[in-house]
């Protein structure tokens, strides 16, 4: 059973940073794709960013791009989000999904039903 653990959400201040991590476990696949979404109250899930773990490739929401930043480590099997210059918009609970796909098309990076397994997630605060 493929396991997510969410860690690094807090209250920051406009314009800070935060870097969100997520824990994979309890699969051998060595190929997977890996997605951040956000829910921030009364809205629908948005897909964030997602990073595959064969080439690296990734997909950033034009939301985020030029701010939040995606990146691996396979070894501990491990996503990073580093979110920089963030925005009281970007206050949502943060869930990172595992996906046994390669792809980080834009289709599916946005598209949670296409995610089986997730994560408790994480709150992220922006609020001065």
């Known amino acids: 059973q493929v396991q997510l653990v969410e860690s690094g959400g807090g209250l920051v201040q406009p314009g800070g940073s935060l870097r969100l991590s997520c824990a994979a476990s309890g699969f051998t696949l060595n190929y997977y794709t890996i997605g951040w979404f956000r829910q921030a109250p009364g809205k629908e899930r948005e897909g964030v960013s997602c990073?595959?773990?064969?080439?690296?490739?990734?997909y950033a929401a034009d939301s985020v791009k030029g701010r939040f930043t995606i990146s691996r480590d396979n070894a501990k099997k491990t996503v990073y989000l580093q979110m920089n210059s963030l925005k009281p918009e970007d206050t949502a609970v943060y869930y990172c999904?595992?996906?046994?796909?390669?792809?980080?098309?834009?289709?599916?990076?946005?598209?949670?039903?296409?995610?089986?397994?997730w994560g408790q997630g994480t709150q992220v605060i922006v609020s001065s």
């Open positions: 999904a595992w996906v046994p796909s390669i792809s980080t098309r834009h289709s599916m990076c946005v598209n949670d039903a296409q995610f089986p397994y």
């Open positions: 990073i595959s773990s064969s080439d690296g490739s990734t």
